[in-house]
C-alpha cells in the first residue's frame, strides 16, 4: 500500500555526479527506515546505504565518502547524492522502504558510469 517514485537516474562520465530522489506515498504513516539498493548486472542485489527516521545511516563500504543519503520526511522523500562515481558503480538502483514488518521496493533506475 506504499508506492515508491524514482527519479535521478541516467548516464554520467566516471567522475561525475548524480543525485537520485525517491517520493513515497500512499499508506505511508509510520515508516522507519528508508535506503537504496542495486544490482549490478550478474550480481546480487545489495545495500547502498539507510536511514532511519532519527537520521542514523549506514553505508555499504564500497561507497563511504562518496554516497550520502539523506530523508525529508515532511516530503516523504528519501535521496542518495552520488559524488566521484566510477564504472563499479553502474547499476539499477532501488529505493526501498520498511513499514512494519512490509517491505516496498520501487520500480529501479539505471545509473550507467561512462569511463
Known amino acids: 500500500q506504499v508506492q515508491l517514485v524514482e527519479s535521478g537516474g541516467g548516464l554520467v562520465q566516471a567522475g561525475g555526479s548524480l543525485r537520485l530522489s525517491c517520493v513515497a506515498s500512499?499508506?505511508?504513516?509510520?515508516?522507519?527506515?528508508m535506503a537504496w539498493y542495486r544490482q549490478a548486472p550478474g550480481k546480487q542485489r545489495e545495500l547502498v546505504a539507510g536511514?532511519?527516521?532519527?537520521?542514523?545511516?549506514n553505508y555499504a563500504e564500497s561507497v563511504k565518502g562518496r554516497f550520502t543519503i539523506s530523508r525529508d520526511n515532511a516530503k516523504n522523500t528519501v535521496y542518495l547524492q552520488m559524488n566521484s562515481l566510477k564504472p563499479e558503480d553502474r547499476a539499477v538502483y532501488y529505493c526501498?522502504?520498511?513499514?512494519?514488518?512490509?517491505?516496498?521496493w520501487g520500480q529501479g533506475t539505471q545509473v550507467i558510469v561512462s569511463s
Open positions: 536511514i532511519t527516521r532519527g537520521g542514523s545511516t
Open positions: 526501498y522502504v520498511l513499514k512494519g514488518r512490509d517491505s516496498y
Open positions: 500512499g499508506s505511508i504513516f509510520s515508516i522507519n527506515t
